[in-house]
Structures are given as structure tokens and as C-alpha cells.
């Protein structure tokens, strides 16, 4: 892939690597199972290699892409968003896995709306508070409508149900805000009004509360709800300092529930060891820093959005789901980005790294 | 298009410390979990990964003196399923019923069920487990377990013992030295998925496993033999339906041989009936008889209540004692205590008892060792019975000064009488001479212990020199010579008690001879008991041939030169002649494990666990060539064991040195 002069190359070595790390991952959790279900141990290695390499294209095109073209499209993808999560709830468009609505199919390709709806989300904010500017401290013009969008997309995705989805985007939102310049206030006053809706979110959500409930304290009851977080430790801990090495993971072996998908770190831990997992959360801090960089020196207020928003994003997914699979924080489904099965994810990831790149082709001179 | 505040730019980077804070947090989660806390994870893993399956624990090996085996483990196969990695499980059902001659219906019961692993057959035979292995079968394996096999089938069987199916010593040294002997079992582990199957194609890994101490006896298998053999020889000619033989070396306590009968071969247990297990030599008590006279007489001679040269008068034969008469088997008149011994009188003996006086008899008994226990590394060793002194009526006195009215254990006497042989000092009798774990270090070294000095050195001459003259002219056990050597000894036979009446039975006794040899330096004491024998009842004339006959045989073996003219046609038997029949009988023994079912035609016995010698012994009795491939014991062989062998068809043995 051509790469052009000015790109931050920090930031395309460290999605490359990430995703290749992904594919290499992808297979040693997933080949037994795969052998199993499907009598393939590479069913899931050549899917994950098949979005890679899509990945990668959508992530050269954006690069190229003109960022005006961008932002012209900002309105009519947000549109098409909330069209996609209003079909995935529509019975025989949606298709329903595990007792969520959170796939569609469209042309023989099965995705996930909600992850094209993060970024058309974030595109959106960019496009509209950078052409509010100073209205963003405005009650009625620079806070209320993003209210009114993020509350119908949160809407569509609790639906289906999404929890981890939802509050991605909500705090991607509200931090595009703040950055933006929105009064606390504001912030603080729908933080009031949201918080009993959370609550009643989780906690009248019989799942939702036992995850809650077993990860404060999962030794309640270790085979069951608990089961979960008790395993992805034991794989973290008998990982240890160096790992078992590559394939040699045993946590993988129907022990860790979706190990090749939110729990893949887990088996980052037992096979690469705490070298592994220091590695790439470095990896993904660097990124994230590389980011938030090119968001400061971009030469206007729109690229400098879409550029903090995908940063956050990325790092923010990367950040809880570590925090999740080391039993820091509740259980979620969240994807890793980059490294969890999944092509959506792993698609949007790389065209919204394609976006990032973009906008650091854009630095002044002396940055590049 | 607008440049970006400053404002932005710092929320932005409060943003990135955030973010930065965050894996920092990551991080040292990470290293908490995986560095501090790794021991107790990875523990964790490995009880949820491992199914752990406990093995049979190898056996240390038990040697005589001479570094002869008794007791050895030898690996065989033990068949296993994992029913998951089956196949086509009614075909191997089939197929592993007919080859381990087991029910269809009893394997696939084992089979059923949600195991990963199960024993088949545990243990079979080298020819079943061929058949298994030839089958190739997945997910059927062997596993190479340790059997008990006790090479010399019946010899000294009741003082080895044995073991249960599992390893656990149940009798004799085996469960006295079960500690030491047994080694730990190790296990198979098998590593298994959240599913609990079994994870990897190899055969399970067997961790952990070490090897039991051996023994070292001081017993002589040669000894042993002999002891047995002519044990069974005069029981065979009293018509007698048990005895016991126990030889010391009364300078140490060391047991030489001890041998009881009925026998049992520990290879087939089940065969026996448990009494025929039992080790009379230590576990059973009887009433000493005369034999008690000699420690009577050392007790008088020690505490000087009587004089060498002091005359008794015996009453011509009858004398009534608290109103009991009590007799001579003939009439004497006048008596020297050294005659009192001789010739066996009661009378005499009664007389002294009563000089002696109760208290102080009794405390000779027990210094004699007599009412308590040896201390011998045995199981299950008898106290039998002596009553309190303030018990004895005067009658009591008397019997017990000629040893009625009082039970002693077989190597009680035996001990008591080697104080006598060795100058006056009890020693505590014992078996294993040290202990050596796998790596050939010494973690126990028996050494001979003297319990306490019983009476006077020249006491103890003057008694050796009186139990001499029994065996002389006109003595009660002329027939317990050794020819070319001077032996001291004692016959003894008493009434048993008869458990119905309480009374004495007129028809049981035992017939015991006791006594050492050569007298000047003794190098061997031991005693011949015969219960209940139906031919004649004397010791004399019983038990004294025996010792006669394995003392003789014993002092050739023990090369000791014969220090007195050797009796015109009463020569020693030489070597040759002792061990040239010893081979006979020993193979007939041998292969009663073995070859029981008969049928026409040579048959391949059962050679498992078999020396080369032995093997070779077996294979030119039948006139058979046999093929030998490596070096040891027998693990493998072919035709299998009780397999009729087709003509000029390869017989083979494969051969390993004992693991």
C-alpha cells in the first residue's frame, strides 16, 4: 500500500500490526472450537483474514478520500444509520443471535450496524459542532439536538439490546461535546437526569444485574455467574510473566466463553504472558497519544473533531474492554478493536484509522 | 475553516492523560495478576486442567542376607479405556471381552457413565495385554503397573507376608515395613477441556511416581529351606497336622530361619485359608513343657538357692504337691540338678521351684522375656500368658516349674534359650538387617540390642553344659545330635489345653526340642515344635530328629568345622547333597501358580516374574528349548501361561531387570 508522504506512520504501523497480532490471535483461540462447530480449524483465521484485507482497502480509500467529501456525507450517513438500526429490529431483516437483534443482511453480507453507526455518529458531531462553533455553548442550538440524535440512537441500540454499544457512544458523545466546548452544566444536568434511566437499565435487566452482581464478587458462585471473570483471571494468571506460548493456551478450551471474540485477550495473557499484554496496551496507548495529537495539530476544527472522535472511540473500546476481561470493571460485550473476531468491527476500525490518517496528512509541516 | 482554541487543545489533552492513566491502571492490574499472583492462578489451572488418576505404588524389593530376592515387583500391564476417544464402541466392546475374557455386558457397564478414563482390566497377563496392544485400538491402552511376586513361592512366605490386590501390605514384613517398603504411586494425569474430555492424542503422563525402600533380611533363604523342608519332613512322619522351626544367632538376636506349617503361596493367596497364613513362630502361644526346666534351673543356679553338686531326692517318681500328685515318667531316687535336666524329672524340678521361691521365679520369667513381648519386627506377636506370682497356688508353682500352667510364643523360648547359649544376655530378636532406599543409601541399620543380662556368665555355662548331657547317653534327646558337634538342648511335650473341658486333652500335645550348637561358641539356637502330633508325643523323639537334621545341614552350610569325632555311619551331608534335592520340591511350588489346569501335551507355564535359572529349571524338565531375549525377570513371554505349546513352535521368554 502506497503510503503518503506526511501520513503518520506511527499510527499505520501500530493498526498493521494490531490487526495481523488480531489474526494470528483469532486463530489459536478459535481453531478448536472451530474444529468443532465446523469441522475447520481455519474457519475462523480465513473469515478474520478476509476482513483484514477489506479492512485495509476501506483504510487506503479513506486515506485518499477528500475530507470535504467527508463532511458533505456527514448528514446522509447519519441518516442511513438510523435507517440500518431501524431495520435491525425489524424481524426477518435482523438477525437475531443469542437473543440480540444486532445483525443485518444486506447483498449476502451479514454486519453490525451499530459499529457503522460509532463512526457515522462521530462524523456527524464533528461536521455539526465545528460549524456551530461558538453556538456550541448555546443551550438550544449546541446541546440539545446532539441530545435528541444520541437519545434516538441510544434508543434504536438498547432495543436491541446493546448496553456495551450504547454507552460507547455515549461517552464518546459526550466527551466530543465537552472537548467542544459545551457548558458542565448542561453536561451535568443530563448526566442527572440519565443516571436513574442507567440504573434502571441494569439493574431492572436480570443479566445485567447478575454481571454486576458477579463482578462484585464473582466467588459467590464461581461455576456460574461468576464463571466468566474467574476464568479469564486464571487465564491471565497462568499466563505469568513470560506466557505458555503461542497455541498453548488451555483457558481456550471451552473454559473462557467466546474466546476468540471479547475474551480474546484473556488468551493474549495465558499464551503471551504479561510481556504480551504489556505490549500491546502500550500499542494501543501509543495510538491513542498519536491520536489525540494529529485531533490537536489538525489544521481545522472539523478534521481535529472527527480525529479526537475516532481516537476516543478506538481507545475507549480498547481501554474497557482490557478493563473488562481483568475484571476491573462489569462484564460488557465489547469487542478489542483490531484484535477481537468480528469483520464489522474490524472494518470500521480500519476505515476510521484511514480517516485518521487522512487528517495527518493534513498536519502543518513542521508536525509532519 | 477555524484554527483550534486553546481550550480545546488542553481538554483534549486532559483527555489523552486520562487515557493514559487508564492503561497504567491496565498495566498494573495485569502485572498483579499475572506476576504477583501467578503460583496461585496457574494452581488453579491446573486443577480445573488435570484429571488425575492414582497408580499402583512400585514395592521395594525384599533380599535375604545373601542379597537373594523374596519379594519382588515385577511391571505388568493394566488396560484402560478412554471411552470418549472409542471408536466403534459395540466392535471394541466385542473385541476387548473376548481378548480379556471378560462379559461383554461387564465392559460395556464400565464403558457407560461420563468418564474420561477407566481401568478394563488391571494387572493381566503379558499374552491378553499382546492381544490388546495388537488390536490398536483408539482410545484402549496399557499402563505398566507393579505386581508382588514372590519368587520363591512358599519360602518363608509367613514371614514376608503379602499384599492386598492394591499394594498395601497385609501380613508379615510387607505390612510390619509397609512404610518404608511401599513407594508413592505417582499418578496419570490427563489434561481435559471445560467439556471434561480428554485434550491431546498421546498416552497419559504417569508423574510422581517413586520407588519403596528394599529390605535386607537377616534371614538365609538356604537356611530357610532347609528349615522347611525338614520341618515338613517331620511333621510328614509325626502324622501332625502343624509346627514351627525358629533359628537365632544367639550372639546377635538375628533371625536365621523361621518356619511354619501349614504353608501358603503367596503368589496364589486365594487358594489358602487364612489359619495357613498365620506365623505360628510369633503368633501363637502353647504351654513350654519341659523346655521350661533350663530356665528354672538357671534362675535357682543364679539366685544360688541350690548347689551343682546338691542332691534331690525325687520321690520315686510320685510326690504330692498341695494336694496334687505329681510324676516322673520313671523313678529316681536321688538327683543332681545337672540329672534333674537330663533326665527331664518333675519332681526335681518342682523342688527347686519351691526353693526358689515364687516371686523370685517369676521375676526370672520375665527377665527371661517370657509374658511380654519380644520385640521381634514382626506383626501380630502373641505375649502369652504368665500369671502373677500372688496367683500361683503351690500347686501352680510346681507346674510351672516344669513349664505347665504357663504359655510362651515360639520365639519367646527361642530367645530365652539364647541368653543361656550366649552368656546370660536377652538380645531382642529381629528380621530386616537395614533398609536401602531407591538410590542404595541406608536409612536404617538394625543392630543387635541386649534387652538385659538375664543371669551370671558361668551360670549360663553350667546350664549350657547340663542341657549338653541330655544329648549324651542315657539323656531324654539323645536323637538331637549333630554328629562332630556338642549340642545343649531340652526336649519338651506337653498336654494341650483342651478348649472344651478347660481340663488338659489326653490325646494333643506338642513336642518341641530346644537347643543350641556347637556349645562352646554357639552359632545357632533354635527350636522345633510339632502340634498335635498322632504318631507318639515325646519331643524327644519328634521334634530332637529335626533340629538333629537341620542343624547338621546348617553347620555345613555355615561351614563350621566339626570339632568332635564323627559316628561311623552318621556322616554330615555334604552341600550337594542338601541343595541337590532342594530344587525338586521348590519347582513343584513354583508352578502352582501356574500350570494348574492340566492337559495332555507340554503346557507353557506361567514364567512372570521368573529367573533365568528358573525358567531355564522349568523349560529342561519338559524337555523344551526356550529363547531368551534380555536380561532380569521374565515380563513377556510366549506361548502364554498355561497355553499348550504346538510343536517346534518358538517359545520365547523377554526378560528385564526388576524396575
Known sequence: ?368 | MKELGKGVRIRIRLIGALFTLGFVLVAMRAFDLQVMQEKQWDERAERQHQKVIPLTPQRGTIFDSNGEELAVSVDVDSIYVEPRKLEDRADATQKLAKALDLTPRAISAKLKGNSNFVWLKRQVAPAQSEQIKAMKLNGVGAIKEPRRFYPNSNLAAHLLGFTGLDPKGLEGLELKYDKMILGRGGYLVMERDALGRGIGAGTPQVQGATRGHDLYLTLDKNLQYIAERELADGLREADAKAGTVVMLEPSTGKVLAMASFPEYNPNALFRYKPSQWRNRAVCDSFEPGSTFKVFLMAAALNEAVVSTTQKIDCENGSYRVGGKEIHDHKKYQKLTPAEIIKYSSNIGSAKIGKMLERKNFHRYIEEFGFGQQTGIDLPGEAIGLVRPPERWFEVDLAAISFGQGISVTPIQLVAATAAIANGGYLMEPYIVERVVDSQGQVTMQNQPRMVRKVIAQDVAHVVSRMMEMTTEEGGTATNGRVPGFRVAGKTGTAQKVDPVTGGYSSDKRVASFVGFLPVEEPRLVMLVAIDEPKKGVYGGLLAAPVFSRIAAQAMQYLKVAPNQDVPAGEALPSLEQIFAEATAPERAKAQEVTTSEASSGPQMPDFMGFSYRQVLELMEERQLNISFRGRGRVIEQSPGPGVAIPYGAPVWVRMAPPS
Open chain 1, 1 to 368: 500500500m502506497e503510503v503518503r508522504q506526511g501520513t503518520d506512520n506511527s499510527i499505520l504501523l501500530l493498526a498493521v500490526c494490531l490487526t495481523c497480532l488480531g489474526v494470528v490471535m483469532v486463530f489459536s483461540s478459535s481453531s478448536i472450537m472451530a474444529v468443532r462447530d465446523y469441522g475447520d480449524s481455519l474457519h475462523f483465521l480465513k473469515r478474520q483474514g478476509i476482513y483484514a484485507l477489506v479492512g485495509f482497502a476501506a483504510m487506503a480509500l479513506m486515506m485518499r478520500i477528500d475530507l470535504d467529501i467527508l463532511r458533505k456525507a456527514a448528514w446522509p450517513v447519519l441518516g442511513l444509520c438510523t435507517l440500518l438500526l431501524l431495520a435491525v429490529l425489524i424481524p426477518g431483516i435482523g438477525k437475531k443471535v443469542g437473543g440480540a437483534a444486532r445483525w443485518i443482511k444486506i447483498a449476502g453480507v451479514t454486519f453490525q450496524p451499530a459499529e457503522f453507526t460509532k463512526i457515522g455518529l462521530v462524523l456527524f458531531m464533528a461536521h455539526s459542532l465545528a460549524r456551530k462553533q461558538e453556538k456550541v455553548k448555546n443551550f438550544r442550538c449546541g446541546f440539545l439536538p446532539y441530545m435528541v440524535v444520541l437519545a434516538v440512537f441510544l434508543g434504536l441500540l438498547l432495543a436491541q439490546p446493546d448496553l456495551g454499544s450504547a454507552l460507547t457512544l455515549g461517552i464518546v458523545a459526550i466527551a466530543m461535546l465537552l472537548v467542544a466546548g459545551t457548558r458542565l452544566r448542561y453536561l451535568a444536568g443530563i448526566g442527572l437526569v440519565a443516571l436513574p434511566f442507567l440504573y434502571f437499565m441494569i439493574m431492572n435487566v436480570d443479566y445485567r444485574r447478575r454481571r454486576i452482581m458477579a463482578f462484585l464478587n464473582p466467588w459467590e458462585d464461581p461455576s456460574n455467574t461468576g464463571f466468566q471473570i474467574i476464568q479469564s483471571w486464571i487465564a491471565f494468571g497462568s499466563g505469568g510473566a513470560f506466557g505458555t506460548g503461542l497455541g498453548e493456551s488451555k483457558q481456550k478450551l471451552f473454559y473462557l466463553p467466546e474466546a476468540h471474540t471479547d475474551f480474546i485477550f484473556s488468551v493474549v495473557g495465558e499464551e503471551l504472558g504479561f510481556i504480551g499484554v504489556i505490549v500491546i496496551a502500550a500499542m494501543f496507548m501509543l495510538l491513542v497519544l498519536r491520536g489525540l495529537r494529529t485531533a490537536i495539530n489538525a489544521p481545522d476544527e472539523f478534521s481535529s473533531f472527527l480525529a479526537f472522535g475516532i481516537t476516543l472511540l478506538i481507545g475507549m473500546q480498547a481501554f474497557a474492554n482490557m478493563a473488562v476481561v481483568m475484571g476491573m470493571v462489569p462484564t460488557k460485550g465489547l469487542a478489542l478493536p483490531f484484535i477481537s473476531y468480528g469483520g464489522t468491527s474490524l472494518v470500521t476500525t480500519l476505515a476510521s484509522i484511514g480517516i485518521l490518517l487522512n487528517v495527518s496528512r493534513h498536519l502543518p509541516g513542521e508536525l509532519r
